[in-house]
């Protein structure tokens, strides 16, 4: 069983950025893809990024293509989201997650999903 307890939300002006930690238990970490989606209010849960085991390859979603960067450490266990010129439209709840392989649609493949964290951008 993997735990994923993510960190770093907040509030932020738009044109600033966040970077998203999420730390993960358990002595598996590299075994698994590691994701962040987001959900915004009255909206369906978004893949925003993601990143496979020894990350090699990374994923990104059309709206935060270019402007974010997945990254992980292996031996600290956690993955990040660096965010920059964030939006309005980049306010939601962010969430972890983690799966066994890579897929799509992303969620799907996503066995294991942290609490969340609230970013918001404040125009």
């Known amino acids: 069983q993997v735990q994923l307890v993510e960190s770093g939300g907040g509030l932020v002006q738009a044109g600033g950025s966040l970077r998203l930690s999420c730390a993960a238990s358990?002595?598996?970490?590299?075994?698994?893809?590691m994701g962040w989606f987001r959900q915004a209010p009255g909206k369906e849960r978004e893949f925003v990024a993601a990143?496979?085991?020894?990350?090699?390859?990374?994923y990104y979603g059309d709206s935060v293509k270019g402007r974010s960067t997945i990254s992980r450490d292996n031996v600290k266990n956690t993955v990040f989201l660096q965010m920059n010129s964030l939006k309005p439209e980049d306010t939601a709840v962010y969430y972890c997650?983690?799966?066994?392989?890579?897929?799509?649609?992303?969620?799907?493949?996503?066995?294991?999903w942290g609490q969340g964290t609230q970013v918001t951008v404040s125009s």
């Open positions: 990143i496979t085991y020894s990350g090699g390859t990374k």
């Open positions: 997650a983690a799966g066994r392989s890579t897929g799509s649609p992303w969620y799907k493949v996503m066995d294991h």
């Open positions: 358990g002595r598996t970490f590299s075994q698994y893809v």
